[in-house]
């Protein structure tokens, strides 16, 4: 029990458990007991709608409990190490090698080192061929699995794509055979084996792979001729008939996005060639007006949340957005319950949407035109027409909007210095825009990342820039922008990006650089307070592993890590826009 610490530690409410509609079931009844983990802290995991999916979905299933577990902060952590006593579930305060499966959700390769850390805290052994039928199965789904394989030694299997459908053979499957396995009867090679038939699971060692002698990847294939040699992601065909969590928890404690979660669609209409997003949730499907009307009404009945965000990848685009503002702001109009959105396309404020967009957000507007000039945004295939947005603009200002935020990537293939020049140029007219209606210029803030050239993406066989380069970069940017009072320019991490990068990029080998870095102290990257880039360069360095290696620009007939996984969007696809990158000088 953490009652006697939760005196001495910051934010105690964040490990009580026991929040308004959260799931109370019988622990010792239930046949098949479910632990889901987010490696980050409580504020953070419970701002996850995924998270909240899973754990809904399964405590509907009469002989499954579904428990959760958040990354304890630093002196939750430091006072159990030091009692000797093992992380518990914030339900019933369940240990975690008391659950037959425990689920992680991987939304950034940042957090790889919380997920070691939360096993170890649940005295787990990190690597899966040390594991047996007497600890629970780990399996690995999120975001992250687009490539899996850096993570490939601690996970018992992945499940790639969404869940809904799917989390529900799983448990079958285990239902099934869980009495001959755990009398072992039935071997863990074996059980996997019976899970590999399940359309999204992979299961990493039941996979063999060889490399020539520059590193790359000569040899991946099966073990077994009844293991796929190809991955297909798992979609829910259908939005409207899928399981949405309705009894929406209420913490005790201020989470990161604090609010209802209304997702109305899932895909994108764009096809913008930097994003894994898109392919992420590929193909593109709607979630029609009366079904996301009839979900807020019941999800602010249950709650009395007085603020809803429009969930998906680019809100603006669905084809009844109009329809769908104006039905949320007719049922709560008299609840003073505020909407929020997304950034939003300059289309979508012309005609009826801009007043409707005007009343939900009426001070700010965050758009990503992703490059400051024509030609970069021409390469990455971005959707934006900057003659149409100056004029939407210009309306929006006049309507009473004082702030705008912008997104911008730099690291971009191809780019020169005049586009960097033109990315401050591009910022500095947002701003003095607004003098044309009489008003002072916009404070316009300017969010600057680096492209990390991702998995699955069109984009995926061009290297990455280097710390300099970044670094470079970043300091021209800031020095352009000194005379320009209304804009404050942020910069990711670049440290962090580089990381990121590897990480997502990455192949087996990278498993031992994780376990080496953890065994160093390492753990929430994804933290500025905590990130240690020195203990991963030496992780990397004691390993004899490069990690310019992984950054690196790729030919498009190499193996890469990741393509085993059959996404719906076929290699060749994304061979011919990459090739239409290079065309663009």
Same mark, same amino acid.
């Given at each position: 029990?953490?009652?006697?610490?939760?005196?001495?530690?910051?934010?105690?409410?964040?490990?009580?458990?026991? @929040?308004?509609?959260?799931?109370?079931?019988?622990?010792?009844?239930?046949?098949?007991?479910?632990?889901?983990?987010?490696?980050?802290?409580?504020?953070?995991?419970?701002?996850?709608?995924?998270?909240?999916?899973?754990?809904?979905?399964?405590?509907?299933?009469?002989?499954?409990?579904?428990?959760?577990?958040?990354?304890?902060?630093?002196?939750?952590?430091?006072?159990?190490?030091?009692?000797?006593?093992?992380?518990?579930?914030?339900?019933?305060?369940?240990?975690?090698?008391?659950?037959?499966?425990?689920?992680?959700?991987?939304?950034?390769?940042?957090? &790889?080192?919380?997920?070691?850390?939360?096993?170890?805290?649940?005295?787990?052994?990190?690597?899966?061929?040390?594991?047996?039928?007497?600890?629970?199965?780990?399996?690995?789904?999120?975001?992250?699995?687009?490539?899996?394989?850096?993570?490939?030694?601690?996970? +018992?299997?992945?499940?790639?794509?969404?869940?809904?459908?799917?989390?529900?053979?799983?448990?079958?499957?285990?239902?099934?055979?869980?009495?001959?396995?755990?009398?072992?009867?039935?071997?863990?090679?074996?059980?996997?084996?019976?899970?590999?038939?399940?359309?999204?699971?992979?299961?990493?060692?039941?996979?063999?792979?060889?490399?020539?002698?520059?590193?790359?990847?000569?040899?991946?294939?099966?073990?077994?001729? #009844?293991?796929?040699?190809?991955?297909?992601?798992?979609?829910? $065909?259908?939005?409207?008939?899928?399981?949405?969590?309705?009894?929406?928890?209420?913490?005790?404690?201020?989470?990161?996005?604090?609010?209802? #979660?209304? @997702?109305?669609?899932?895909?994108?209409?764009?096809?913008?060639?930097?994003?894994?997003?898109?392919?992420?949730?590929?193909?593109?499907?709607?979630?029609?007006?009366?079904?996301?009307?009839?979900?807020?009404?019941?999800?602010?009945?249950?709650?009395?949340?007085?603020?809803?965000?429009?969930?998906?990848?680019?809100?603006?685009?669905?084809?009844?957005?109009?329809?769908?503002? $104006?039905?949320?702001?007719?049922?709560?109009?008299?609840?003073?319950?505020?909407?929020?959105?997304?950034?939003?396309?300059?289309?979508?404020?012309?005609?009826?949407?801009?007043?409707?967009?005007? $009343?939900?957000?009426?001070?700010?507007?965050?758009?990503?035109?992703?490059?400051?000039?024509?030609?970069?945004? +021409?390469?990455?295939?971005? =959707?934006?027409?900057?003659?149409?947005?100056?004029?939407?603009?210009?309306?929006? &200002?006049?309507?009473?909007?004082?702030?705008?935020?912008?997104?911008?990537?730099?690291?971009?293939?191809?780019?020169?210095? +005049?586009?960097?020049?033109?990315?401050?140029?591009?910022?500095?007219?947002?701003?003095?825009?607004?003098?044309?209606?009489?008003?002072?210029?916009?404070?316009?803030?300017?969010?600057?990342?680096?492209?990390?050239?991702?998995?699955?993406?069109?984009?995926?066989?061009?290297?990455?820039?280097?710390?300099?380069?970044? $670094?470079?970069?970043?300091?021209?940017?800031?020095?352009?922008?000194?005379?320009?009072?209304?804009?404050?320019?942020?910069?990711?991490?670049?440290?962090?990006?580089?990381?990121?990068?590897?990480?997502?990029?990455?192949?087996?080998?990278?498993?031992?650089?994780?376990?080496?870095?953890?065994? #160093?102290?390492?753990?929430?990257?994804?933290?500025?307070?905590?990130?240690?880039?020195?203990?991963?360069?030496?992780?990397?360095?004691?390993?004899?592993?490069?990690?310019?290696?992984?950054?690196?620009?790729? =030919?498009?007939? +190499?193996?890469?890590?990741? =393509?085993?996984? =059959?996404?719906?969007?076929?290699?060749?696809?994304?061979?011919?826009?990459?090739?239409?990158?290079?065309?663009?000088?």
């Amino acid at each position: 029990m953490y009652e006697d610490l939760l005196l001495k530690v910051n934010k105690p409410s964040q490990y009580m458990g026991q @929040e308004i509609n959260s799931v109370k079931k019988d622990f010792t009844a239930a046949n098949i007991r479910f632990a889901i983990a987010f490696a980050d802290l409580y504020e953070v995991g419970m701002s996850n709608l995924g998270l909240r999916i899973i754990y809904g979905l399964l405590n509907n299933i009469p002989d499954v409990v579904c428990e959760r577990f958040f990354s304890p902060q630093q002196d939750m952590e430091d006072a159990l190490r030091r009692e000797n006593r093992q992380i518990l579930s914030l339900d019933s305060r369940r240990k975690l090698n008391e659950f037959d499966l425990a689920g992680f959700s991987l939304g950034s390769e940042l957090d &790889y080192t919380n997920v070691l850390n939360i096993l170890e805290l649940g005295n787990i052994p990190l690597k899966s061929a040390e594991r047996d039928y007497r600890q629970p199965l780990v399996i690995g789904g999120g975001p992250c699995t687009l490539n899996p394989e850096p993570l490939h030694a601690f996970f +018992d299997l992945f499940f790639i794509g969404e869940a809904e459908e799917a989390a529900l053979e799983i448990i079958d499957l285990y239902r099934k055979h869980k009495d001959e396995y755990k009398a072992g009867k039935l071997s863990k090679e074996e059980l996997l084996l019976k899970f590999t038939q399940i359309e999204g699971v992979y299961v990493p060692s039941l996979y063999e792979i060889s490399y020539d002698s520059q590193g790359k990847i000569e040899k991946f294939q099966p073990k077994f001729s #009844s293991v796929p040699a190809k991955v297909k992601k798992r979609f829910v $065909k259908d939005l409207n008939s899928a399981y949405y969590p309705k009894d929406w928890l209420l913490p005790y404690v201020q989470i990161i996005h604090d609010r209802l #979660s209304l @997702e109305i669609m899932r895909g994108c209409p764009n096809r913008c060639r930097f994003c894994q997003a898109r392919q992420q949730y590929f193909p593109l499907r709607l979630r029609g007006t009366e079904n996301v009307l009839a979900l807020a009404e019941e999800l602010y009945h249950n709650t009395g949340y007085e603020e809803i965000s429009l969930g998906g990848l680019s809100v603006s685009d669905h084809p009844q957005i109009e329809k769908i503002l $104006k039905g949320l702001m007719g049922l709560f109009d008299t609840k003073a319950v505020s909407l929020s959105l997304p950034s939003v396309k300059a289309k979508s404020l012309v005609g009826d949407a801009s007043s409707l967009i005007a $009343k939900v957000k009426k001070t700010g507007l965050t758009f990503a035109p992703e490059a400051g000039s024509e030609r970069l945004r +021409d390469m990455l295939a971005k =959707d934006f027409n900057s003659a149409e947005f100056f004029k939407s603009l210009e309306q929006a &200002y006049s309507a009473g909007y004082q702030h705008v935020k912008l997104y911008f990537m730099i690291g971009l293939p191809s780019e020169k210095e +005049d586009d960097l020049d033109a990315l401050i140029d591009f910022s500095r007219r947002v701003s003095e825009l607004r003098k044309t209606t009489g008003k002072p210029a916009a404070s316009v803030n300017v969010s600057i990342n680096t492209l990390i050239p991702k998995p699955h993406t069109a984009l995926q066989w061009f290297a990455m820039p280097d710390l300099e380069e970044i $670094k470079s970069k970043q300091e021209y940017l800031r020095e352009k922008a000194k005379k320009y009072r209304r804009l404050n320019l942020s910069f990711h991490n670049r440290a962090m990006s580089i990381l990121e990068g590897v990480l997502s990029r990455g192949d087996r080998r990278l498993s031992e650089v994780i376990y080496s870095v953890f065994k #160093s102290g390492a753990k929430f990257d994804a933290w500025s307070n905590y990130f240690n880039f020195d203990k991963w360069l030496a992780a990397f360095n004691s390993l004899k592993i490069e990690p310019r290696f992984y950054m690196s620009q790729k =030919d498009t007939g +190499d193996i890469l890590p990741w =393509d085993f996984i =059959d996404t719906g969007v076929a290699k060749g696809a994304l061979i011919a826009e990459f090739d239409k990158t290079i065309a663009i000088k």
